[in-house]
């Protein structure tokens, strides 16, 4: 059967990185038993959850969790509750306990957030999940970028970064040893500026805060008394991807937790934060 | 209609259009991997605002001079040891590229890290001490690019600061290097003397080492290139999963190679069944009309209900993968455990998951000596080539045909333990042609339900031997056949009689003797009987692949009798012969047994006359819509 060469229209960068998601989304969708998207309601997540709806045709076939520090914003509880709804999430919602709970050696931002890690571990007993999709990205910060896609967890949710198995040519993982769980990566690959340029191209809902008002605006959203907005006059997508052209501020300079001290966000990776 | 609105920012981005490249560093341990990707970065102004100041604080703290590596080494663990331990990326950008820069180790302990890394790579730097030389971890390095499929690879000889920049020395280095590529296939882009300490040869040729002419690091970067999507190469869309979210029955994948759009004729192999693509669905918006080519994620519906699982390669007809159950590989080992000719593996290639054996072992390896080794294993982080032999044929290319679809990944204990190349494949006797196509029955179900007045199914009694499988089976047939039914039993020992006379009692051939079985059982129950199996079928994983070819029509009957029951009885004498060591791999003293965790029906035969039990597997059947209740049904067809 002869066949005209090549009629395919080209892939662009955010073609390929969507493409790459979803395939990574319908692996841990088929070789998982029990899932959940965590759903932390900032710029990352929502895509994240706009590739799971392109990856199984708009519906997501597992719950959206928040785990809720109870500290957010009231714009970002305001977007959860109005696109739980429209986008036909099956959301949970569940707590995080106070912070007499958490290891009082940590520095007090990365103790404060910290809290999310023991109520994920809880939420983690409660629902038996064997996978999190969670959506950190490889640019975001230093241990970040040594991520595994498929990344297995102990029974504690600990992360064993001396001991990370090899991935290669998409083949992952995923067989999580008997009570521990996977994390999986399914936008580690892509940029901050990606986000953007592909928020804007499929006309995803943003919280207005991550838009300039007053001459600041959040670049990374977390826990209201930890997280802080940087200087910028960027008030809409294409301005802020203006900004990012030319900045030299890292992205979570404004998450406080972040730099205490060395090691503070390590300490909290390897215990099982995000 | 939510549609997609104009593009508010560049399709690629901060505004550029460079194409990214991914680029892999790589060479022996304190060569200065991690030194070139912090100058790279420096020397492309690419470092945020108080990362210098954070290195230097860092490297203070530990009483060093300033440490470049330091910026990739974020791990505790790495800095205090001053190695690198995983690999990690790090962006920037030149005039003509978007580098996404991937920082490996070089310990022999952490080549499951290189690898990881270096996999993902458009390109790589060969980086060399120019003190030391080519070293173990060179060689290796560089066999493994080319087992990754890494081809274009920039050599630089490092730390030429410490041979007075001599080009002799260099010219020493460049020749050696150049021989080991080029007798694995890779022709250097270049082989470049720097300093990546202090700045020499990376963004820009000092007179220091005026003798070179060639170009910098970074002009070398920038004459690499991003691979390309395989949309030249005959269509492959290995099958992810089968959504049936609505009334859709949507097949889902990435296509690996060529293109695809409505209205193709495709084969789906290994079982070679032809059917039409109906749609090709999208979201938000479906149908999708343009061709769908290599590198997309799709989902795709078909004009006709083929049995169709993950594992599956859909192609073109005319020009589909063979379908095979031996293979020849080229591979690299990372597991503690050598590789041993016998091992059982379970292979994964594309999104098919194989259980196999390893047949030979050729020409181990390693690497980094290059001295011929024993052939009877494959040690960890040596190389090999090896024959496979899979329990079930599987659709592959050769790498030489297809780059993507033809290479492996090897799994023990579920962890990633090597990977390599399809070098070619044994097309099997029992491989299918392709050119298949099953033709329907002339009858309607609803005709021979009517008849019978039930459903086909496939009742499937596993159990120890004596645990009372023919016994309970004998019966169920008797019982639905008095009640006008079509039952036909499916004795394991009868059809190992004939069937399957050439199998024996490995667990590949156990593996295959219930898949023919569990064919047999599926077709008669497709066409309305009551297929009664019964089997000791030990494995688990060999159940649940029956239960995958017959699907809704499985029913899983777990004759649970306690083992010294079973051997009280011995009807077939077979555990007397067993215990008196005549008897290999007889289940139920030899090897383990593996009970059902979520059969349909349990039975204990000790427990329970034959009548109860048969009433019981009435009665299942009853309850799961296979027998019509005589009364209800008459009332329902008034």
Not at chain 1, 71 to 100: S, V
Not at chain 1, 126 to 135: C, E, N, P, S
Request: glycine share 8%.
């Amino acid at each position: 059967m002869p066949r005209v060469l090549s009629a395919a229209p080209t892939m662009d960068h955010l073609d390929q990185l969507e493409a790459q998601s979803i395939y990574i989304l319908r692996e841990a969708f088929a070789r998982l038993k029990k899932l959940a998207l965590l759903w932390s309601l900032g710029k990352d997540s929502n895509v994240m959850i706009w590739l799971a709806r392109k990856a199984f045709f708009g519906r997501v076939p597992f719950p959206a969790m928040h785990v809720d520090t109870a500290k957010k914003f009231p714009e970002m509880y305001a977007f959860r509750d109005t696109y739980a709804k429209e986008w036909g999430l099956d959301l949970k919602i569940e707590p995080c306990p106070p912070i007499d709970a958490v290891d009082p050696t940590l520095p007090p931002a990365a103790r404060s957030a910290a809290r999310k890690t023991e109520g994920l571990k809880m939420a983690l007993a409660k629902h038996g999940f064997d996978g999190l999709i969670a959506g950190i990205r490889r640019d975001e910060e230093a241990t970040r970028a040594k991520e595994r896609v498929f990344s297995p967890r102990g029974a504690e949710g600990n992360w064993d970064v001396r001991d990370q198995p090899p991935e290669f040519w998409d083949h992952f993982n995923a067989s999580p040893p008997q009570g521990a769980h996977l994390r999986i990566h399914p936008i580690l690959h892509w940029t901050e500026a990606d986000i953007w340029a592909y928020t804007a191209r499929e006309n995803i809902p943003i919280i207005p805060l991550y838009l300039s008002k007053n001459g600041k605006r959040y670049r990374s959203l977390g826990d209201q008394d930890i997280t802080f907005p940087v200087a910028s006059n960027a008030s809409n997508i294409a301005e802020i991807l203006a900004e990012l052209e030319s900045t030299k501020v890292p992205e979570r300079a404004g998450r406080a937790l972040d730099h205490e001290t060395e090691d503070a966000f390590e300490r909290l990776r390897v215990a099982g934060y995000l | 209609m939510n549609m997609r609105v104009p593009a508010a920012a560049p399709a690629t981005p901060n505004g550029t259009s460079r194409p990214q490249v991914s680029i892999v560093i790589v060479g022996h341990v304190d060569h200065g991997k991690s030194t070139l990707v912090g100058r790279l970065l420096h020397e492309t102004g690419s470092l945020p605002d108080g990362k210098l100041e954070m290195l230097q604080a860092v490297s203070a703290r530990r009483g060093m001079p300033f440490e470049w590596s330091f910026l990739l080494d974020a791990l505790q663990t790495e800095r205090d040891q001053g190695i690198t331990i995983d690999t990690t990326q790090i962006r920037f950008r030149t005039n003509a590229r978007e580098v996404v820069l991937i920082d490996a180790p070089g310990h022999a302990e952490f080549l499951r890290n290189m690898i990881t890394g270096a996999s993902q790579a458009d390109g790589a730097v060969l980086i060399i001490d120019a003190l030391e030389g080519v070293r173990d971890q060179t060689r290796r390095h560089g066999y493994l690019l080319h087992l990754l499929g890494v081809k274009q690879v920039a050599v630089v000889v490092n730390k030429m600061d410490r041979v007075d920049f001599g080009e002799a020395r260099f010219n020493d280095i460049k020749a050696e290097i150049s021989a080991h590529l080029e007798g694995l296939g890779v022709k250097p882009v270049a082989v470049i003397p720097i300093s990546a300490r202090d700045g020499d040869g990376v963004a820009q040729l000092t007179s220091r080492i005026g003798w070179y002419k060639g170009p910098t690091v970074v002009e070398a970067l920038d004459g690499l290139e991003p691979a390309k999507p395989l949309s030249s190469l005959p269509l492959r869309l290995p099958v992810q999963a089968i959504y049936k979210f609505d009334d859709r029955r949507i097949v889902a994948g990435r296509v690996e190679a060529g293109e695809l759009r409505s209205g193709d004729e495709i084969v789906i192999m290994p079982a070679g069944k032809i059917a039409k693509i109906k749609t090709v669905e999208g979201w938000p918006q479906t149908p999708v009309t343009a061709a769908q080519g290599a590198g997309r994620s799709v989902g795709i519906t078909l004009d006709r209900e083929l049995f169709i699982e993950r594992g599956d390669v859909i192609a073109h007809v005319g020009r589909e993968p063979q379908a095979a159950r031996r293979l020849h590989a080229r591979i690299f080992w990372l597991h503690d455990q050598p590789l041993a000719k016998g091992d059982n593996i379970l292979v994964r290639l594309g999104t098919r998951e194989a259980r196999g054996s390893v047949v030979a072992i050729e020409k181990a390896v390693d690497p980094g000596s290059l001295s011929n080794e024993e052939n009877a294993s494959i040690a960890r982080n040596h190389v090999g080539e090896i024959e496979i032999a899979l329990t079930q044929p599987v659709a592959i290319d050769p790498y030489t045909e297809n780059a993507r679809t033809g290479r492996l990944v090897i799994e023990v204990q579920g962890r990633i333990a090597g990977g390599g190349l399809v070098l070619s494949i044994a097309a099997g006797k029992r491989a299918a042609p392709v050119d298949i196509m099953p033709v329907e029955s002339a009858l309607q179900p609803q005709e021979r339900a009517d008849r019978y007045r039930h459903k086909g199914a496939v009742v499937w009694m596993t159990g120890l031997p004596g645990a009372g499988k023919s016994t309970l089976a004998r019966a169920l047939e008797r019982r639905l056949f008095s009640r006008g039914g079509a039952p036909v039993l499916l004795d394991g020992d009868t059809v190992r009689a004939g069937l399957n006379r050439d199998l024996g009692f490995t667990p590949e051939d156990r593996a295959e003797n219930i898949r023919r079985l569990a064919e047999v059982a599926t077709h008669l129950a497709r066409n309305g009987h009551i297929a009664i199996v019964a089997a000791v079928s030990p494995a688990r994983e060999d159940r649940a692949a029956a239960r995958r070819v017959a699907g809704d029509l499985f029913r899983e009957v777990y004759v649970a009798t306690a083992a010294e029951i079973c051997e009280s009885r011995d009807p077939k004498g077979h555990y007397a012969k067993a215990r008196a060591g005549n008897l290999q791999n007889f289940t139920g003293i030899g090897t383990d047994y593996e009970p059902p965790l979520d059969a349909e029906l349990v039975i204990d035969t000790a427990t329970r006359g034959i009548a109860d039990a048969t009433d019981e597997l009435e009665s299942l059947l009853s309850k799961t819509g296979v027998l019509f209740d005589d009364i209800a049904d008459l009332g329902a067809n008034i």
